[in-house]
């Protein structure tokens, strides 16, 4: 039985909805910088506000090993099955600032989307969720019984929540879970994620001197890190953009035929693709599709480098050392744990005695793949279908949410991974966005999602 | 005749000499960062005062088309020779400032020493020079003409010094030139310089995309910027330690066997040189000697890399660009206006199409040799075997002063290049410092070179 009362009290709320988000996204709660701690905790007491503010009980600003999980519980339907709602209120850093057109955390509609800093990850699509109970507790009343998690740490890896999960065991348990943190490919393909890359980052340093020197007068006669770092990262792809980190593709898992085939099927453009990430020509390892290269292979890519005089003009110095910022994208069965020793040997071989490195671990996460059989994924398919018009496609993401792999190993639940992030809203980068018709889309789809979970 | 009231009276006033050094030390003039341009002056004015003291005529700070010149005059004795004093007031920048023990323009004294950015490069010599003048102009009398021309834009390359130099020939007409900004190799062992390398300054910019990216959502499917341009810079030089760049060393002079004989002769260590650098082990191009590749190869140096995000913790981004600073150090008789069409050839052949990039060039000099056989060497070579009781050696010096050529070219001379900066001052690195017993012998050279200048 369609929730119609629900769905035209979202509608009918749209405005004030929208007035609320924007609080949401103007607390700038970035989880990797100490500096916005406070934020971080601001943050989750907003949520906490607007979910006992629904009647939900034991409500509460949950400490961790690092930043807080925001939990709360509404359990009056005794027979009907539980569901977890996972996401997070934490967001990546805004930098480059000046590549903004209006601030991060001053959030502005322009056209059809509403543009901030976490405006598609996570805060609009937790916040869709949230309103979605909304309409149900003000209309035909929530059906089922509905947990919330939401963290303040998966921008950086989630490092606490495996423990905090394994903590609240018996608080969390659960029928089914949804991941609020995903996309869709575009406005009119709905999707379920089936499988993610895990992520293993590091920090790698390369020390030469102990201290900067006069290109000048050293420059010919000692080994510049900032070049040997360069080496080292050029030799970690071959000339066929495979990874050469020792052992790395051992325990890859091997696409079916079938999976090829379906994957095939999927409505996508390399055209379309290379447009949306705006760059001259699409690249990547041969004997696979984009597609593949997204979802199914694993990827190695320097996320940042540092090294000697960066400022304005010129200043003639041999670095004394550099740093790299390096992370792999893990797919089905890589051990996240094995790639920190694979980079270390790689290093052992191929660097110079002339320098001495270090390789810093920085956080890591299993790949994952989840159930697409469950009651709860059925209940999904029929919401998405119901509300866009066409039946969603199985997709497998490229992107990392650390959580999920405790989810399996700790609660013993696969998760049902919908949200609604297009792949041109810019997360990690200036001017994300959420667009608001697909947003809208998506609180109607959560509620009939809810609904559908319920039977 | 010594002159020996002069070297007397140095002496006697050397803590006075030394509170007067501090005040120049502790004035920030950096060149290359426009927010010091009023600390350029100051330096500037501070001299002039000095000058003038002496009883120096139409002392001025001259503008130039970027920072000011010091100019002052004392023509006192005629059929007597004019020399023309050459140093410089700018100094590098100070970063990374959490390195240096005390802050680099609160001069301090440790030991023998007296550290503060622009000690020794070249504040501490110049000084010595003009306190050598004083010295002299309070007792026997400067025995000849001098002219001084202190500049403020030699870290930066001397970009508006050429023009500068041709719009006042006149003025700066001279029988020779003491240029200052040079070092002897260790404190009991005097040099002169008669060979510098030139320098071309480059910035490299690869682009991707025109924001950062997500690297989990585009990761595997883009070219990464930062990776590309490591593989640029690896490519840069092949497995020997030769550089790549099509047609470099064209024009390189080949050493002769006698030159090579006489680098061979100098008194130099590896291993010392090992530890004055303080790195594991040394490097450098294949088929020659550690002082071979300082003076007389070319190099090519990363002085500086930046992309993506380089702060606390994880950020999973795909930068949208990578830059590089890049600089070679050219030897006779490379043509320094070349290289930048070279690195652009280069990149033209291994750039891949799927990023655009850019070179721009931030400045040049080129490689210059200059003459040992004339009158002002001879006094040279007199003052400081008096001095340090060893005759000077001869050598090649891996730095650039880019105004030397300049001086050969429109005032047609070649200067006399003493100073006497150690090879562990620390130039352009923290803790940059001052060996205050060389300084005094440098003073007191100084005071025997003009004197026998005269005769």
Redesign the interface.
């Known amino acids: 039985m369609e929730p119609t009362k629900a769905i035209q009290y979202a509608r009918d709320n749209r405005e004030r909805y929208l007035a609320e988000l924007k609080e949401l996204l103007a607390i700038p709660s970035i989880s990797?910088?100490?500096q916005h701690k406070p934020d971080i905790l601001r943050a989750a007491e907003w949520l906490t506000k607007q979910i006992a503010a629904m009647g939900f009980q034991n409500v509460a600003v949950l400490p961790t090993a690092g930043h807080p999980a925001v939990y709360g519980e509404y359990l009056r339907a005794p027979g009907k099955p539980t569901i977890l709602v996972y996401g997070h209120y934490d967001v990546?850093?805004v930098?480059?600032l000046n590549?903004w057109t209006t601030p991060p955390f001053e959030p502005t509609v322009r056209g059809e989307n509403i543009f901030a800093r976490g405006a598609s990850d996570n805060k609009g699509q937790i916040f869709a969720a949230i309103k979605a109970l909304e309409a149900l507790s003000k209309n035909e009343g929530v059906p089922l019984n509905v947990k919330f998690l939401i963290e303040g740490e998966e921008?950086?890896?989630s490092p606490s929540m495996a423990a905090f999960i394994a903590q609240h065991k018996d608080k969390l348990k659960c029928d089914s879970i949804l991941n609020t943190d995903m996309g869709i490919p575009s406005p009119d393909l709905p999707a379920l994620t089936y499988g993610l890359?895990g992520?293993a980052?590091f920090e790698v340093w390369v020390y030469?001197?102990?201290?900067?020197?006069?290109?000048?007068?050293?420059?010919?006669?000692?080994?510049?890190p900032?070049?040997v770092?360069?080496?080292l990262?050029?030799?970690?792809?071959d000339a066929d953009g495979h990874i050469t980190l020792p052992g790395f593709y051992d325990k890859v898992r091997k696409l079916s035929d079938e999976e090829r085939a379906e994957i095939a099927r999927l409505p996508f453009s390399d055209d379309d693709?290379r447009k949306t990430?705006?760059?001259?020509?699409?690249?990547?390892?041969k004997g696979f599709t984009?597609l593949e290269?997204?979802g199914a292979?694993p990827?190695l890519?320097?996320?940042?480098?540092?090294?000697?005089?960066?400022?304005?003009?010129?200043?003639?110095?041999?670095?004394a050392k550099?740093?790299?910022?390096i992370?792999t994208?893990l797919v089905p069965y890589q051990d996240d744990n094995a790639v920190e020793e694979q980079l270390n040997e790689y290093l052992r071989r191929h660097a110079?005695?002339?320098?001495?490195w270090q390789v810093k671990k920085?956080?890591s996460a299993p790949a994952v793949l989840v159930k697409r059989d469950t009651p709860a994924v059925r209940a999904a398919i029929n919401a998405l279908q119901a509300t866009f018009g066409v039946p969603p496609v199985f997709k497998l993401?490229?992107?990392?949410v650390g959580v999920v792999s405790t989810f399996q190993t700790v609660l013993g639940v696969d998760p049902v991974q919908m949200g609604f992030g297009l792949?041109d809203d810019?997360?990690?980068?200036?001017?994300e966005k959420l667009h608001l018709p697909t947003h809208y889309r998506g609180i109607e789809t959560y509620i009939r999602f809810f609904d559908a979970a319920a039977q």
Chains 1, 2 share one sequence.
Request: charged share 20%.
């Open positions: 990797t910088l100490s990546q850093p930098d480059p590549e921008e950086i890896g890359r992520l980052y030469g001197s102990a201290q900067d020197l006069h290109s000048g007068v050293f420059g010919g006669s000692v080994a510049n900032a070049a770092l360069c080496e990262i050029a030799g970690m792809h693709w990430a705006n760059v001259p020509r699409l690249d990547g390892e984009t290269r997204l292979r990827t890519e320097v996320n940042g480098i540092l090294s000697g005089f960066t400022g304005e003009g010129s200043k003639t110095v041999l670095p550099a740093m790299a910022k992370s994208r110079p005695p002339t320098v001495r920085i956080v993401e490229g992107g990392t792949p810019n997360f990690h980068s200036p001017n």
